[in-house]
């Protein structure tokens, strides 16, 4: 008898911890793959660089930042500490080359569109990636976004982002080697 209590018990408090990792908005997506695979491999990138010390939590932030498209989606006391000062760190990213710009530009309209991002904020977001040398707009925004199932309006986006001749050279020159 009290065998089956505890084992009633256990199942019942394991079902509440899968409800509560499925509701919670880390776990809730799809492209929640991407994002944990870009964080792992900033983590790799920050840790050889000398920032032992808080590199998990601040390469999380820096995801997350990218990934959420600036928005915060859920609360974590480590990661908020790290907000500032991963916002501040975007411009200085591609020196890691941590993923190829099409990829990235890729899995971010893939995010965009699961979570059903306002075009507007998209578009910004993607402006601050832009000017960091982490994905490309205009003209070279990659054809293999416009095929993307629900993607037209951030396809859209990317392709009226203004980006002069100069400055795509300039994008161009900088991730050529990554």
Not at 45 to 56: I, K, M, P, Q, V
Request: hydrophobic share 35%; aromatic share 12%.
């Amino acid at each position: 008898m009290t065998e089956g209590l505890v084992i009633g018990s256990l199942l019942v408090l394991g079902g509440l911890v899968v409800r509560y990792m499925q509701k919670h908005p880390f776990y809730r997506y799809k492209t929640q793959k991407h994002k944990e695979r870009y964080q792992s491999k900033l983590h790799d990138a920050l840790e050889h660089r000398g920032d032992n010390t808080g590199a998990y939590w601040f390469s999380r932030a820096i995801a997350d930042f990218i990934f959420d498209f600036g928005q915060r989606t859920y609360h974590d006391y480590h990661v908020e500490q790290y907000e500032k000062r991963a916002e501040s760190e975007i411009p200085h990213l591609y020196h890691l080359r941590i993923e190829e710009p099409g990829t990235l530009c890729q899995h971010l309209v893939e995010r965009a569109v699961e979570m059903k991002v306002p075009a507007s904020v998209f578009g910004m977001h993607m402006r601050v990636l832009w000017r960091g040398y982490l994905v490309p707009v205009g003209r070279i925004t990659p054809k293999s976004v416009e095929s993307i199932s629900g993607s037209a309006a951030y396809y859209s986006e990317l392709i009226n982002l203004p980006a002069s001749k100069e400055d795509m050279q300039r994008f161009m020159e900088k991730t050529e080697h990554a």
